[in-house]
């Protein structure tokens, strides 16, 4: 028996010597006695008695590393006489790890490489497990050098933004001459997502980038069909239903598109959130219950309401104000259900849902028209069945945690996190709708309707960036490291601002074409060209603001997002209210470009946010300036024969222009550092 009669009473004595002669074949390999320990089918109180007996417990472990590393130092001075340096450099310094993940010479600041800092790691004298965590801590293990090697090339690695730890061409060649007076950077913390994590050794980064542009934009199409599809039925609408009516179904409409944005109580985004943390597939689909519930309990106090609120919306139907309200409920069950099928990457059922809501619905609304009655009532009918049948498909596949609404007070982050996404969605809105109430008081309904079919056409830029959102959260999520994930931030909005380029440009010159097409000559469509412009450059301030809020969105600040939309939209009334009555409608573009770029100024994550993204380079800008002034000088060009061909071929080139980027953004993001910022 041992000396300790307590832990042989617990254990038996058999089994106590069956893991003493296990521990006598590894005594001098103490983590590997720690795991024949934790191996054994026994209590954590005996484990812990047997840890202390072979002393293997956590302090102990550490303090024989930390004995480990100061005989490796006393080794070294006998071997060599004097401190061997810790890397390229011949300095007697410690090393320093930069905020970037750049790790360099105190002194000297001489940078390091990957395949020196694994020298160094394998020189020490500690046990293989000690020394396979720091070369993962340091991204340095064989499949990390490999990736290097594949990316640099067998040569020489030429400069570049990644971290690299370098030095001099002439140091020892052996690893033992390399090894260093201490272990190799002290104060690493390999499970640190703040730790010295070297963007360009970062492969999570790096493939979630390389998504974006491939697998998510099949996503994104998902998500803008009920947009289009909406836009493509407006034609039947407007001849099946009559003028009168069509204005009462635009106004349920939008009705419905403000009440879904309260009901989901930015649930939505909440669940994206929260799928990507700890237990993160059960806790959403407690998120999903929880949005199940909350919106059906909502839309019913609404529609029991409808008789109060109806009318002084200027519904004149109490019957479709319900309607509408039972609409926007699916529509918000509906959209938790499509971010938590992206977040668990299920395209196939994300694309089957979205079809239903919008194929479906659509096709439900137009089919009851001809088939029951052309009105208001008919049309919301067939939108309900659309969007109650994609609510109830979603929920299906997902299988909500309804346990959740019994532990509800345990998700009182989701609400934390998602209330204020609710303000922020109801100011985008009147950030984006709100001058048409200045202009129709101003100029009259006219002036609204000419107005509205400008900034619609060159606001299209706009759907793509929102729905962007969407579908690049769950990767901006999943990439747990704070530095990686703001270089894959900055990364992904200079690539869009570079797609964007040719998108702007293309609107501006098809302008002319499409009002045509779109509208009556009464509309004066030729005037309304330069408007277009004017809005489509908006397209950039707009893009930058959504990649800020991406940002405040992952760090969790989104009562910084609603604060930044909300002033935005108030700034635009009053900047309407000046500057209509002395520019027309001209002056309302003009207020929509400023107002969103201090909404995106505003909404710059604040250094406690934990990121670091990176400012685009100073190339990049210089290109989004010209493209601004390109398109505003496209806009005031002549709308003849001759010029409309040109157009055309603006129109070809810009397509073109835009279609090579994509490619080139797909092939592997071979871009220059100049234009966009790498991620690796």
């Known amino acids: 028996m041992s000396e300790n009669w307590a832990a042989d009473a617990r254990v038996g004595v058999p089994m106590f010597q069956v893991i003493a002669k296990q521990v006598s074949q590894h005594k001098h390999e103490p983590r590997t006695v720690r795991q024949v320990i934790d191996q054994q089918w026994l209590d954590e109180a005996s484990k812990q008695q047997l840890r202390e007996i072979f002393q293997v417990t956590d302090a102990d472990l550490l303090r024989q590393e930390r004995e480990a590393a100061a005989e490796a130092r006393r080794r070294t001075r006998e071997r060599y006489g004097i401190p061997v340096s810790a890397g390229p450099c011949q300095c007697d310094a410690e090393p320093v790890v930069d905020p970037s993940g750049r790790i360099d010479c105190k002194k000297c600041g001489a940078e390091w490489t990957g395949a020196e800092v694994r020298q160094v790691i394998d020189a020490q004298w500690l046990d293989e497990a000690s020394k396979q965590q720091l070369r993962e801590g340091f991204h340095v293990t064989d499949a990390d050098l490999s990736v290097l090697e594949r990316s640099d090339g067998p040569a020489d690695r030429p400069a570049s933004p990644s971290p690299r730890i370098a030095g001099p061409a002439d140091r020892p060649a052996s690893p033992s001459a390399r090894t260093a007076d201490r272990p190799a950077a002290p104060d690493a913390h390999p499970h640190d997502d703040l730790g010295p994590t070297a963007p360009g050794d970062h492969p999570a980064a790096t493939n979630a980038l390389r998504a974006m542009f491939t697998r998510d934009f099949v996503y994104l199409g998902v998500s803008a069909l009920q947009v289009v599809l909406a836009a493509l039925v407006t034609p039947i609408l407007t001849r099946r239903v009559g003028v009168g009516q ?158 959740a609404l019994a532990a509800i007070r345990r998700y009182g982050e989701i609400f934390r996190f998602g209330l204020p996404m609710v303000p922020q969605q109801l100011s985008g809105y009147i950030l984006g709708v709100g001058d048409r109430v200045v202009v129709r008081h101003i100029l009259g309904s006219a002036a609204v309707g000419r107005y509205s079919v400008a900034y619609n056409v060159g606001s299209l830029g706009f759907i793509l960036l929102v729905f962007v959102g969407w579908a690049w959260m769950p990767r901006i999520y999943a990439v747990a490291d704070r530095l990686a994930r703001s270089r894959l931030l900055a990364s992904s909005r200079d690539m869009m601002n570079l797609l964007l380029i040719p998108v702007v440009c293309g609107l501006a010159a098809g302008a002319p074409i499409v009002l045509r097409v779109w509208v009556p000559p009464s509309f004066h469509p030729a005037e309304l060209t330069p408007i277009v412009a004017i809005v489509a450059t908006c397209t950039f301030p707009f893009g930058q603001f959504q990649a800020n809020l991406r940002a405040l969105m992952s760090a969790g600040k989104t009562g910084q997002a609603a604060v930044a939309t909300l002033v935005a939209a108030t700034v635009n009334i009053g900047l309407n209210l000046v500057m209509v009555p002395f520019l027309g409608i001209t002056g309302s573009a003009i207020a929509t470009v400023l107002s969103y770029a201090l909404c995106a100024r505003l909404a710059r994550p604040p250094a406690t946010s934990g990121l670091q993204v990176p400012r685009a380079s100073l190339l990049l800008r210089a290109l989004i300036g010209g493209a601004i002034a390109v398109t505003l000088v496209i806009g005031v060009l002549p709308a003849s024969p001759v010029w409309l061909a040109i157009r055309l071929a603006m129109c070809a080139g810009a397509l073109l222009a835009f279609v090579l980027l994509l490619r080139h953004a797909i092939a592997g993001f071979g871009t220059s550092g100049r234009l966009v910022t790498p991620v690796a």
């Open 246 to 403: 069509f204005g009462q179904l635009a106004l349920a409409v939008i009705v419905a598109q403000l009440l879904g944005a309260t009901f989901n109580l930015g649930l939505p985004f909440a669940a994206q959130k929260v799928f990507a943390g700890k237990d993160g597939d059960r806790r959403s689909r407690g998120v999903l219950a929880i949005s199940a519930v909350l919106a059906a309990a909502a839309s019913l106090v609404v529609v029991l309401a409808a008789p109060a609120w109806g009318p002084v919306v200027g519904l004149d139907q109490v019957l479709d104000a319900r309607l509408a309200a039972v609409w926007a409920g699916c529509f918000a069950l509906g959209l938790t259900s499509l971010a938590m099928l992206r977040s668990k990457d299920k395209l196939r059922m994300a694309i089957f849902v979205a079809a239903l809501q919008s194929v479906g619905a659509q096709a439900a609304g137009v089919l009851l028209l001809y088939l029951w009655a052309p009105t208001v009532t008919s049309y919301l009918c067939g939108l309900i069945i659309g969007q109650g049948a994609a609510a109830l498909v979603g929920l299906l596949a997902l299988r909500p945690v309804w346990s």
